[in-house]
């Protein structure tokens, strides 16, 4: 190419902007074959061999591994017992739990009403329960749910703390025989009264 051809502009214009025709700089274009080059070195070395190549471990052994040390984290982890809660009858302890039934963060009063009446789920002021009524078995629920039945974990899958936990049970059972207006009628399996 000639010093003549190297400056002439080429023939079209895009909104009256011209430009040279020029090759791109030998630096760029051998930056460019470089990355091909690493692309295809990358992915043979971690998509198509077993045991990649420069001493890596390849993915699957690698997950494998992480499986592995987690199973043996849990299977070394204290295991908790049954929860022994004592209920919770202050005031002020009830009144957090109030706010946390109510509150935004948990979808307890969406489903239960404020009052516990029941509206979606069930009603939690009377003395018919299918999964248990004491303070453990009500912990237990609520930290588990009812997936199939549309409760999430901590009814809106947000963790409670131990010490939330127990304010909210306690409010629930101290609720227990309130009488709320309109409660929602006993439902088929809950029929059978709390002891």
Known sequence: MSTNDKDRLLDHDADGIKEFDNNLPRWWLYGFYLTMVFSVVYMVNYHVLETPMFGQRGQIDEYDSEVKHWEA???????????????????????????????????????????????????????????????????????????????????STNRLSDDELLQVASYVISKRGSNPPDPKPVEEGRDVPCQ
């Open 73 to 155: 984290a849990i299977a070394s982890a204290p295991k908790k017992g049954p929860v022994k809660a004592t209920l919770l009858t202050d005031a002020a302890s009830l009144e957090k739990g109030k706010a946390i039934f109510n509150g935004t963060n948990n979808l307890c009063s969406t489903c239960h009403r404020e009052d516990l009446g029941g509206q979606v789920g069930p009603n939690l002021t009377d003395d018919n329960w299918i999964h248990g009524c004491s303070i453990e078995d009500i912990m237990k629920n609520i930290t588990t749910g009812f997936p199939e039945k549309g409760m999430l974990p901590y009814g």
